[in-house]
């Protein structure tokens, strides 16, 4: 089993800066690519970044030059620096991880989710 733990969140006002990070545990044998998700409500989930085990980086259009992803792979840890934030950025952020168990079957898992809430 893979479990993530997410960290971070809560509330900021508009034009501030919060950061997430995520951590990943259990039968892992390794981690292809970890990133962040976002729900917002009646809307449906998100990619907002990804970075996989060879540093490449994605992002959504609407937080290039904002966000920031880093991983730091020898602790299975993602990290979201958010700055500039908007309220359209209010959601829940998820972590994401894929990877290889120690059994080397595929993985995929979820973080819990934590509530980003950007006040205007």
């Known amino acids: 089993q893979v479990q993530l733990v997410e960290s971070g969140g809560g509330l900021v006002q508009a034009g501030g800066s919060l950061g997430l990070s995520c951590t990943a545990s259990?039968?892992?044998?390794?981690?292809?690519?970890m990133g962040w998700y976002r729900q917002a409500p009646g809307k449906q989930r998100e990619l907002v970044a990804a970075?996989?085990?060879?540093?490449?980086?994605d992002y959504a259009d609407s937080v290039k030059g904002r966000f920031t992803i880093a991983r730091d792979s020898a602790k299975n840890t993602v990290y979201l620096q958010m700055s500039s934030l908007k309220p359209e950025d209010t959601a829940v952020y998820y972590c994401?991880?894929?990877?290889?168990?120690?059994?080397?079957?595929?993985?995929?898992?979820w973080g819990q989710g934590t509530q980003v809430t950007v006040s205007s």
């Open positions: 970075v996989t085990s060879g540093t490449s980086t």
């Open positions: 994401n991880a894929k990877g290889l168990s120690t059994g080397l079957g595929p993985f995929e898992h």
């Open positions: 259990g039968s892992i044998f390794s981690i292809n690519r």
